[in-house]
């Protein structure tokens, strides 16, 4: 396993370089950029936008109040300030003491009457819509409900930070590698170090193709959950 120290330490001698030669804010700047890319290789190439940060230490579920004939929920981060990226799954109550039922996810496309702020009012929301950082419900909700909307949530990863060595990269140890070698690859890039560059986008490569196996095993469902692309950098 490896913590923000260990990883300063793995990207120096990516980098060919002693202990001191750079700062640690500098070095952790670009491993975060590194994390930034590895979560969205992640979330976005592999289409598993269930992934979570375990460094979070808390489920990703939220609840937001029900306001009688409000339509749109801003939803910009949680309760540990963390960015969120995405909404998989809402469900609605029908009254305070009422069970929580699904909201089908729709787009403006399937239901243009989403957009109709003057829609008629329901006991309860049955389709929502997710814009920018906002849940858009439809219908309006009738009456006033506390923790009304209950929401599942994808969210952005816990930054690492230049003197806290808690946090480690939010996924399998053999994989923490991945993080040097990109950032390796991005200095190298800056200081003109070709073949500090090649080498390491051929180890990050290699470790890439591993980690995209390593998913795919995870999956109980059986179904690929990674395409492999013919040039994992980008």
Avoid at 37 to 48: A, C, L, P
Avoid at 94 to 111: A, C, L, P
Avoid at 142 to 163: C, M, P, V, W
């Amino acid at each position: 396993m490896a913590n923000i120290t260990e990883l300063r330490t793995r990207l120096t001698r990516q980098l060919g370089e002693q202990d001191g030669t750079y700062t640690d804010a500098y070095l952790t700047d670009y491993l975060n950029q590194a994390y930034d890319y590895v979560v969205s290789f992640i979330q976005n190439e592999i289409n598993d936008t269930l992934w979570d940060d375990p460094n979070w230490g808390n489920v990703a579920i939220g609840y937001v109040d029900l306001v009688a004939n409000q339509q749109s929920y801003s939803l910009v981060s949680d309760t540990d300030s963390a960015d969120i990226t995405d909404i998989y799954a809402v469900f609605a109550k029908q009254s305070i003491s009422s069970d929580y039922t699904r909201v089908m996810r729709t787009n403006i496309q399937k239901s243009p009457e989403i957009a109709d702020e003057d829609t008629g009012r329901s006991d309860r929301p049955y389709q929502y819509m997710y814009s920018g950082s906002n849940i858009i419900v439809y219908p309006k909700p009738s009456s006033n409900i506390t923790n009304g909307l209950k929401y599942y949530y994808s969210r952005a990863q816990k930054a690492f930070e230049t003197a806290d060595t808690t946090v480690e990269p939010g996924f399998e140890s053999m994989y923490h590698n991945l993080l040097p070698y990109y950032a390796a690859t991005i200095i190298g890039g800056i200081e003109g170090k070709t073949t500090v560059v090649a080498s390491n986008q051929s180890l990050f490569s290699s470790l890439a193709t591993q980690f995209i196996k390593h998913l795919n095993n995870k999956n109980p469902d059986g179904v690929k959950v990674f395409k492999p692309r013919s040039k994992v950098i980008k």
